[in-house]
């Protein structure tokens, strides 16, 4: 079955510090690989999405994500955070040969707080 | 344009109460999902349609839900004599199937409160 785990459940920084959140996946396929947030009082929201190609994909917000196959990992990174970027953040994966079915499997999260 | 819209935000029942639920996708989307995010149990699938097609209803945790898409468009979730453990918030997304790179739009979610 496929799991997605998220290695940090919260993570305290200050503006301009640099952030890595982990996430990797248990699938023995080709799968689809996403970050959402959810900023306080709000729906989520895709950060970036990978499907193919180029494994460092850019996202919204000076975001980004590295996809190693070989690790199963799919780690965003931004170089420097800012006040704003206090969130959730949502890892989540889906099987490319799941059918039509392209269901999330999630993580649990990593609350993010980014102190001024 | 308009993005998922969900109804009512926020519900507080009774146990052993029935709630509907009800999402509204984007327009022009095919494809319909239900999650549900419970205190630290993350997010969970629950429920999937697209277009005419069966729903796969392979994540629903019990025979008390169920939810139906009417027309292609709007969906409800109703939960039947509702517990304290379906206390969690009700996602929906919708998606362009068919697409190589199908991605998920999520509506803001119901708040349910089962006392």
């Known amino acids: 079955a496929q799991s997605v785990s998220q290695h940090n459940h919260h993570v305290i920084l200050s503006e301009a510090a640099s952030l890595e959140l982990g996430c990797n996946y248990s699938?023995?396929?080709?799968?689809?690989l996403f970050w959402y947030v959810q900023y306080p009082g709000q729906h989520l929201q895709l950060l970036l999405k990978y499907f193919s190609g180029d494994p460092l994909v850019k996202g919204i917000k000076g975001f980004e994500a590295e996809f190693i196959k070989s690790k199963f990992s799919f780690n965003l990174r931004k170089p420097s955070v800012q006040w704003s970027d206090t969130a959730e953040y949502f890892c989540?994966?889906?099987?490319?040969?799941?059918?039509?079915?392209?269901?999330?499997?999630w993580g649990l999260g990593t609350s993010l707080a980014v102190n001024p | 344009g308009a993005g998922v819209s969900q109804s009512p935000s926020n519900k507080v029942t009774e146990k052993g109460k029935d709630v509907e639920l009800r999402c509204d996708p984007i327009?022009?989307?095919?494809?319909l999902y239900w999650y549900r995010q419970s205190l630290g149990q993350g997010l969970e699938f629950l429920i999937y349609?697209?277009?005419?097609?069966?729903?796969?209803k392979s994540g629903l945790p019990s025979d008390r839900f169920s939810a139906e898409r009417t027309g292609g468009s709007v969906s409800t979730l109703t939960i039947q004599r509702t517990q304290q453990e379906d206390s969690a918030v009700y996602l929906c997304a919708s998606s362009r199937a068919g697409t190589s790179e199908e991605t998920q739009y999520f509506g803001p979610g119901t708040r349910l409160l089962v006392l």
């Open positions: 699938y023995g396929g080709t799968v689809n």
């Open positions: 989540a994966v889906n099987a490319t040969n799941a059918g039509n079915n392209r269901k999330l499997i």
């Open positions: 349609f697209q277009g005419n097609s069966a729903p796969d």
């Open positions: 327009s022009g989307h095919t494809a």
